[in-house]
């Protein structure tokens, strides 16, 4: 879980969270950003943790949120541990494998 927190995005234009997967590129959206931190100054300090008090708590607490809420849309591989999103992650593999590895173990 700690590996994908630090994938979750911030997309100024949606005012949301997102994560993209590294296989296919596809982005899921999450939380809104908190009114608070929305000016654009203000998230650009949140993203880099350097925001006030108020502010970066609002963002922490709801970028926290959004990663519990995205990790539902995303699977991470057994093997390269990588998180990819339902349609680039395999089942039939014995421990979940993402399709570049499933592919490497299928030849
Ligand atoms: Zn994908
Ligand atoms: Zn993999």
Same mark, same amino acid.
């Given at each position: 879980? !700690?590996?994908? +927190?630090? $994938?979750?995005?911030? *997309?100024?234009?949606?005012?949301? #969270? +997102? ?7 596809? !982005? &899921? +959206? ?7 931190? $929305?000016?654009? $100054? ?5 993203? @880099?943790? $350097?925001?006030? !008090?108020?502010? /970066?708590?609002? #963002?922490?607490?709801?970028?926290? !949120?959004?990663? /519990? /809420?995205?990790?539902?849309? #995303?699977? &991470?591989?057994?093997?390269?541990? &990588?998180?990819?999103? @339902? @349609?680039?992650? *395999?089942?039939? *593999? ?5 399709? @570049?590895?499933? /592919?490497?173990?299928?030849?």
């Amino acid at each position: 879980m !700690k590996l994908f +927190y630090k $994938r979750i995005r911030v *997309d100024a234009e949606t005012l949301r #969270f +997102y994560a993209e997967c590294p296989i296919c590129g596809k !982005k &899921q +959206y999450g939380a809104r950003i908190p009114l608070i931190c $929305r000016n654009v $100054r203000t998230l650009a300090r949140c993203a @880099d943790g $350097r925001a006030n !008090k108020l502010s /970066q708590s609002a #963002f922490n607490h709801a970028k926290v !949120k959004a990663t /519990q /809420q995205l990790a539902l849309r #995303f699977n &991470q591989c057994r093997h390269c541990y &990588q998180w990819v999103c @339902d @349609d680039c992650y *395999d089942n039939t *593999d014995a421990l979940g494998a993402c399709r @570049d590895c499933f /592919q490497k173990n299928e030849r």
